[in-house]
């Protein structure tokens, strides 16, 4: 069946850092990838998505591009901001039902 | 996007009762959807709910322990009967958009004493 898997957590990096979470995918089919965001006490935004094969989602300074070659939907910000701080799911949604999967999340703390 | 709301936003209960969340669209959707997410984990679905026809839930979930209610298109409420400590997470409803996006509302947290 489909599945996430996303880097482990917690991640701390200092203001102004380069941040990575990785998430790669095991599907049939295309399916479209998205990330969420969960802030402290919060429930799940859509951060960005991509629907298909070379698709870039972009929000806020977030990017992510979907790589089919490498089933790979890695998350980057350039500058991270305390505001950043959160919990970042990674989830896949396949093509012909509504069946959506997470990662395990990942834990971003950005200090001062 | 889509703005959803739950009540109650959180709630703290004791063993063996029940909790009734509800969940409301701004606008008709087809499907709603019922997630859990335990403390520090990852969202799990719980069930489907489609107006007019009985939810679909999944494994691992069963009608009786969560009832889930889809009166109409923009309204569902689920259910959490009998509840223990085990119970205590984080519930979200989740409704469909354009483009096969998912949204969510703000949660509903639990805690069973």
């Known amino acids: 069946g489909n599945s996430v898997t996303q880097m482990e957590g917690p991640v701390t990096l200092s203001e102004e850092a380069f941040l990575t979470i990785n998430c790669t995918y095991t599907?049939?089919?295309?399916?479209?990838l998205f990330w969420y965001v969960q802030y402290p006490g919060e429930g799940l935004q859509l951060l960005l998505k991509?629907?298909?094969?070379?698709d870039k989602g972009s929000n806020k300074g977030f990017e992510a591009t979907y790589r089919k070659e490498t089933t790979s939907f890695h998350l980057e910000k350039g500058s991270v901001q305390v505001s950043d701080s959160a919990v970042y799911f990674c989830?896949?949604?396949?093509?012909?039902?509504?069946?959506?999967?997470f990662g395990a999340g990942t834990r971003l703390t950005v200090k001062p | 996007s889509a703005v959803i709301s739950q009540k109650p936003s959180r709630d703290i209960c004791q063993r063996g009762t029940s909790l009734t969340i509800q969940c409301q669209v701004d606008?008709?959707?087809?499907?709603m959807f019922w997630y859990r997410q335990q403390p520090g984990q990852s969202l799990t679905l719980i069930a489907t709910?489609?107006?007019?026809?009985?939810?679909?839930?999944e494994s691992g979930f069963v009608i009786d322990k969560f009832p889930i209610s889809r009166p109409n298109l923009t309204f569902s409420t689920l259910t959490v009967s009998n509840m223990s400590p085990e119970d205590s997470s984080i519930y979200l409803c989740?409704?469909?958009?354009?483009?096969?996006?998912?949204?969510f509302g703000p949660g509903t947290r639990l805690t069973v004493l």
């Open positions: 989740s409704v469909d958009r354009a483009a096969d996006t998912q949204y």
């Open positions: 599907a049939t089919g295309y399916p479209s």
């Open positions: 991509a629907t298909k094969a070379d």
């Open positions: 989830a896949l949604k396949g093509r012909n039902n509504n069946d959506m999967r």
């Open positions: 606008s008709q959707v087809t499907m």
């Open positions: 709910a489609n107006q007019g026809s009985e939810a679909t839930y």
